[in-house]
């Protein structure tokens, strides 16, 4: 069973909505969370890193929240731009200094039509 | 700036046949490396990762090795490709210091063995 999990697994919305992508996880020990986005084709481009003490981080349009105690993590993005069409990956280490230990959820596919 | 270069950006090859990806990045000394692979609707499979030259740590049993000849080389070769080796391979690179180290991913590399 993959220890991150993402809802939904796609979403379409109008451009210029928001919306609000989820992720759980089981990960313990627990160390950060990572959002990225990823562009058909490309790689992976991080958006926001929040530790446990962390609850909520910005970047731009795009907002991350973390609830340590329940495991759960959202990314929100606000005022939606055709751009914004990606894969959308949340990213859970269990440990300090060790990136050879992330755990990827499968992403969520959002389409931003006009 | 830093800057993560792969090549080639597709590949058809048939099975039995050998493989070889190139990872290169600049801007930066003594980054950890790392392969990952990434499978339709599923997470990043992490492959290889190299805290330095000639020092590779391997995740998963496979038909696949990397190798290190240089600070910011990193190669990802197979003897005998399997139709299962089919993916989107991808080089990655952080640096060693800090709490919470982003990985820089690079455009990665369509691999279709047929």
């Known amino acids: 069973k993959n220890q991150v999990e993402q809802s939904p697994q796609s979403l379409i919305i109008l451009e210029g909505k928001n919306c609000t992508l989820q992720?759980?996880?089981?990960?313990?020990?627990?160390?950060?969370l990572r959002w990225y986005k990823q562009d058909t084709g490309r790689g992976p481009v991080s958006l926001t890193i929040m530790t446990f003490s962390e609850n909520t981080k910005s970047n731009g349009r795009y907002t991350a929240t973390l609830d340590a105690d329940t495991k759960q993590s959202s990314l929100h993005i606000t005022a939606s731009q055709l751009s914004d069409s990606a894969s959308y990956i949340c990213?859970?280490?269990?440990?300090?200094?060790?990136?050879?230990?992330?755990?990827f959820g499968a992403g969520t596919r959002l389409t931003v039509k006009p | 700036s830093q800057t993560i270069h792969q090549w080639p950006a597709t590949l058809v090859q048939p099975v039995g046949s050998p493989l070889s990806l190139e990872c290169t990045v600049e801007?930066?000394?003594?980054?950890?490396l790392y392969w990952y692979r990434q499978a339709a609707g599923r997470g990043l499979q992490l492959l290889f990762y190299?805290?330095?030259?000639?020092?590779i740590s391997s995740e998963v049993p496979q038909n696949l090795s990397a190798s290190r000849p240089q600070d910011r080389q990193f190669i990802l070769s197979s003897k005998k490709l399997l139709l299962s080796d089919s993916g989107f391979y991808l080089c990655?690179?952080?640096?060693?210091?800090?709490?919470?180290?982003?990985?820089?991913f690079g455009p990665g590399t369509r691999l279709t063995v047929l």
């Open positions: 801007g930066t000394s003594n980054p950890n």
């Open positions: 992720c759980n996880y089981t990960v313990s020990p627990f160390s950060n």
């Open positions: 190299s805290v330095g030259i000639g020092q």
């Open positions: 990655a690179w952080s640096s060693r210091d800090g709490f919470t180290d982003t990985q820089y």
């Open positions: 990213v859970v280490s269990p440990a300090l200094y060790n990136n050879n230990d992330m755990r």
